[in-house]
């Protein structure tokens, strides 16, 4: 079971070998982000997510998903998420498709949760596994198509950052100096990580198994921890730096550098993609034609600037991690 913590509570410590430090590392999942963000729309309230909820909701309604298959798994906070629906990652990137790949295929003895909210869900998973793992995994794909691609690219641009931070944290100072800033709720004293936790208290061992860290936008501002899973690596899901102006609508400013390259107009609508848009929209803020703004968007995506998903009847067009690059520098 993947285990939320909170401020208020006992503390975990986790102890540390020097092989659990070698074998410490960091992994992006796109799964576990899908699961997270089905959390994030259950929160009416404002909070930092709410540009992109009140993107989304509209659309999924649109699509007409049932997402009863997945939402029935994920309990509302404090409670926590099945293990085998968010396994850890074993690259340090993986696509949506290969994590969906070990979810269709995940071993059935592992189909269990500890968590109340969820043993019906997986009780009516455990009935059936083959068909009933197929057509969760179906759903979320198609639930990422509408509400996750179109925003990816940003997202991922967020926590590889965050990762990079990190690691010239790690060279600069080792462990210490890596979680030093990592979140206010942990800290490291002498081999030991200590996380202040509401759910899971005492001490534990990675027995050289090391600790997996994945930066997670629609984690925040909680931490999730899975520590006690025999069958996966400990894992530690944390907010990355940047989370905060994740969802900003401000285009970034027109490089005249990036101009002299690319054109004004293409500079332009690179900068203005700084949220997924669509032509007509990026057509009404830049005062470009329509005609024009779509023949710019199908060369920048042809050079691996931009990318283009269906949104019901709309095609959103997002920046690519190529594209972010671009803009940032």
């Known amino acids: 079971m993947v285990l939320e913590s909170r401020p208020e509570g006992g503390t975990l410590e986790i102890g540390f070998s020097a092989e659990d430090v070698a074998r410490t590392r960091f992994a992006v999942s796109p799964l576990w982000e899908v699961v997270a963000s089905v959390r994030v729309l259950r929160d009416t309230g404002p909070g930092a997510h709410r540009p992109w909820a009140e993107r989304v909701r509209p659309a999924l309604a649109a699509a007409k998903l049932d997402l009863t298959p997945l939402s029935c798994l994920i309990g509302p906070p404090p409670a926590g998420v099945p293990g085998f629906l968010v396994a850890p990652p074993t690259t340090p990137q993986p696509s949506l498709d290969v994590e969906l790949a070990a979810l269709r295929s995940m071993p059935h003895e592992l189909i269990r949760t500890t968590t109340p909210a969820a ?176 023949q710019h968007l199908t060369a920048m995506r042809a050079a691996g600037l931009v990318s283009a998903r269906r949104t019901g009847r709309v095609v959103l067009y997002a920046r690519t991690s190529v594209g972010e690059s671009l803009v940032a520098g």
């Open 119 to 294: 043993r019906e869900g997986v009780a009516a998973l455990r009935a059936d596994p083959e068909r009933g793992l197929g057509r969760l995994a179906d759903v979320i794909a198609a639930y990422w198509e509408v509400a996750m691609a179109p925003y990816w690219p940003r997202i991922l641009t967020v926590v590889e950052g965050d990762i990079l931070y990190r690691a010239k944290r790690l060279a600069e100072g080792g462990a210490r100096r890596l979680f030093d800033d990592l979140d206010p709720r942990i800290t490291w004293d002498s081999g030991t990580l200590q996380v202040m936790h509401r759910c899971v208290r005492g001490e534990r061992r990675l027995d050289g198994r090391g600790l997996l860290l994945v930066p997670s936008v629609f984690a925040g501002p909680r931490i999730f921890s899975d520590v006690d899973s025999p069958d996966w690596q400990p894992t530690l899901r944390y907010p990355p730096r940047g989370t905060a102006t994740l969802w900003e609508g401000r285009a970034q400013p027109l490089s005249d550098a990036l101009a002299g390259v690319l054109g004004r107009s293409r500079a332009l609508l690179l900068a203005e993609l700084a949220a997924p848009a669509s032509t007509t929209d990026l057509a009404r803020r830049t005062g470009l034609s329509a005609g024009g703004v779509s």
